[in-house]
C-alpha cells in the first residue's frame, strides 16, 4: 500500500503534532477546534503532509505550535514553556491523526471534515490504549460515509480492476488514481491525455469520469 511518504519520519511527524495539539490546548490556551482550523489553512500543514524531512529536523511541539499561531495571529508568542513529560488527551489526538494522514494518504482538511476536535475527544478512551489500526478502521469508515464514491472508484471496482492494474494497464501514477478517488485531486482538471488513458483501459467515456 502506498503512503503519504517514508515510514522513517512517521514517528516524528506523530510526536511533532501530538505534542503540538497538547501545546496550543494545554499551555497556550487555545480551544482545540481554533488549533486546528489556524494548522490547515497555516504553509506548515502541507510540510507535515508530505513528511518533510528538513521541516520535521530537529524542531518540537513547542516550536510548532508558536508558529502556527504566530502564522494565523501576526503575534509573537511570549510564554515561557517548559517541556511536557505526559502524554495528554490532546497530545493522542495529533498522534492519532498525523499516523491516519500518513496511512490515507488524505489531507488534513478531509480528516478535520469528518472529525471536530469534540468527536476526537469522545474517542479517547475508547481508544487511547487500543491498537491504531482500531482508530483507522473507524476513520475509514467515516471517511467512506462522508466522501461518497467517486465515478473513478465506481468505475473500476465494476470493471474488477485493481488500482494497481488501473495503473499499469492506463499509464497514470498509482498516486495519483488514490488521489483522484480520495479526492486530493481534482478528476475534472485531469488532462485530456489522462482521462483518454483511463477511460481507455475502463472501457468507458472520458465523460463517466467527471465529476457533477
Given at each position: 500500500?502506498?503512503?503519504?511518504?517514508?515510514?522513517?519520519y512517521l514517528s516524528k511527524a506523530q510526536s511533532l503534532l501530538g505534542d503540538a495539539f497538547d501545546y496550543a490546548v494545554n499551555v497556550f490556551g487555545l480551544d482545540g477546534d481554533v488549533f486546528v482550523k489556524i494548522f490547515v489553512?497555516?504553509?506548515f500543514c502541507k510540510?507535515?503532509?508530505?513528511?518533510d524531512p528538513s521541516f520535521l529536523a530537529g524542531k518540537n511541539g513547542i516550536e510548532f505550535a508558536s508558529?502556527?499561531?504566530?502564522?494565523?495571529?501576526?503575534?509573537?508568542v511570549n510564554v515561557e514553556v517548559e517541556p511536557r513529560m505526559d502524554r495528554s488527551l490532546e497530545y493522542w489526538i495529533g498522534w492519532a491523526?498525523?499516523?491516519?494522514?500518513?496511512?490515507?494518504?488524505?489531507?488534513f482538511n478531509e480528516i478535520f471534515k469528518v472529525y471536530s476536535f469534540g468527536d476526537l475527544k469522545q474517542m479517547y478512551h475508547p481508544?487511547?490504549?487500543a491498537d491504531i489500526s482500531k482508530f483507522v478502521d473507524i476513520t475509514d469508515s467515516r471517511m467512506r460515509s462522508f466522501f461518497p464514491e467517486t465515478n473513478l472508484r465506481r468505475i473500476r471496482n465494476e470493471y474488477g480492476c485493481s488500482q494497481a492494474r488501473l495503473a499499469a494497464?492506463?499509464?497514470?501514477?498509482?498516486?495519483?488514481?488514490q488521489m483522484y478517488e480520495q479526492r486530493n485531486k481534482d478528476i475534472n482538471k485531469a488532462s485530456a491525455e489522462t482521462l483518454f488513458r483511463i477511460s481507455k483501459a475502463l472501457g468507458c467515456s472520458m465523460e463517466d469520469l467527471i465529476e457533477h
Open positions: 500500500m502506498i503512503h503519504a511518504y517514508r515510514e522513517t489553512a497555516s504553509p510540510r507535515v503532509e508530505n513528511g508558529e502556527v499561531i504566530e502564522e494565523a495571529f501576526g503575534e509573537k491523526v498525523a499516523y491516519y494522514q500518513w496511512y490515507s494518504c488524505r489531507g481508544l487511547h490504549e494497464l492506463s499509464g497514470v501514477g498509482l498516486r495519483s488514481i
